[in-house]
C-alpha cells in the first residue's frame, strides 16, 4: 500500500488542488492511502474531512520578512513544528510528501528531506511563494502552472507545466464542452433563468467581489444591455449599489435574481455569490474578472474568452497569471484604473458584435488551457511513492 501525504491549505486556492489531486490518486490506485498535513484555521479544517480524507495539523509559521519580534520567535517555533511535522510523517509511514503551498508545507519539505522521503510541490501561481521557493531544493518533482515561476529543482529532479488540478465540477463541465458546448449551454442556462441564444457577460470578482469592476459594468450597463445579457456576481454585501447603479444607467425592469424561477423577469442577473459557478461559465460568451491563478486556469481549461484585470496590490502576480494568456490570445488585460465606464462601453459590446474574433479568442484559450493536471500530478507521486516502497 502507497502511503501518501499531501501538505498545505490556508485558502481555498491551495486546498481544492490539493483535494483534486487527493480524488486522482484513489482514483488511479483504490489502494492507496492519502492524508493531509494542514493547520487547524485554514480552510482545509473543513473541507478536508468533508472530502473524506483524514487530516493531521500543526500551527502555522509565518517565515519572517523583517526584524521583529516574531522574528526572534521564529526558530524556537520552526523547530517545535518540524519535530511535530516529523512525528506525523512517522505514524503516517509517509512513502511520499507532495506540497501545494500555505504554511503547512514547508515544515513537511524540510522534515521529508531530512527523513529521505521524495517531494513533490505544486506550484499553481506565476510567481511562486515562500515555501515553494524552500522546497524546491528538494524536490524530485514540481508541477507548475506557469512557465517562468522562478523555481529552481535539485539537479535530477523534474519540473513541468502540469496546469490546475481543476475542482470536479469544473473538469465534468469542460469534458460536456467538449463534446457539445451548445447542449452544455442550454442545460445551464435553464437552471440559471438565463436565456440561452441570446449573448451572456459573467462579472465576476471573487467571493469577495471587487467594487471596481461591480462600478463600471454597472455604470455602463444600458450600453451592454443593448447587445447582452448579464450575469454579475457582485460579492458578499455588494449587490445593492449594483442593482442602483443599473437603475440609475439603464433604467428600472433590467435587476433580477440568478435561478430558474426569474426566468424572463429581467436581462441583468445579480447575486452575491453563486455556488455553481460552473453554471454561469456554461452561459458565458465573455468574462470579466480578477486574474487569480485559480480563474486564469478554470477559464482557459474551458476555453473562455475574458478581460481580465489584475488585482492592482500585492506583487502583481494577478498580472503575471494572466500574461501568458493573453500573449496566445486568449485573453485582454486592462489594468484596474483604465477599468472605466467608457473603457466597458467602447470595447465590450464591439467584442461581443464581433463573434469570430470571440470564438478565436476562447479557441486560444482552449488551447492554452490544461484539463488533466490532477491525474499527472497524481500519477507522477505515485510512481515516486512506488520507488519508495
Known sequence: MKKIVLAGGGTAGHVNPLLSVADAIIRLDPD???SVLGTAVGLEKDLVPAAGYELDTVEKVPFPRRPNKAALQ???K???ECAKTREILERREADVVAGFGGYASAPAYSVAHKMGIPVVIHEQNARAGMANKLGARWADFIG???EGTGLNV???GVIERVGLPLRPVIAQLASKLEIDRAAARKEAAKELGVDPDRPLV???GGSLGAVSLNRAIAAASKDVLAVAQIVHLTGKGKADEVH????VNAGEGHVTGLGAQYAGNGDYHVAEYLERIDLAFACADLIVCRSGAGTVAELTALGLPAVYVPLPIGNGEQRFNA?????TGGGVMVNDADLTPAWVRDHVPAMLADEAALRAMGSKAWEYGIRDAADTMARRILDLAGHAD
Open 32 to 34: 492507496a492511502k492519502v
Open 74 to 76: 521564529f526558530p524556537m
Open 78 to 80: 520552526w523547530k517545535r
Open 144 to 146: 507548475v502552472v506557469y
Open 154 to 156: 535539485k539537479g535530477d
Open 202 to 204: 459573467l462579472v465576476t
Open 244 to 247: 442602483n447603479l443599473v437603475e
Open 323 to 327: 500574461q501568458p494568456v493573453v500573449e
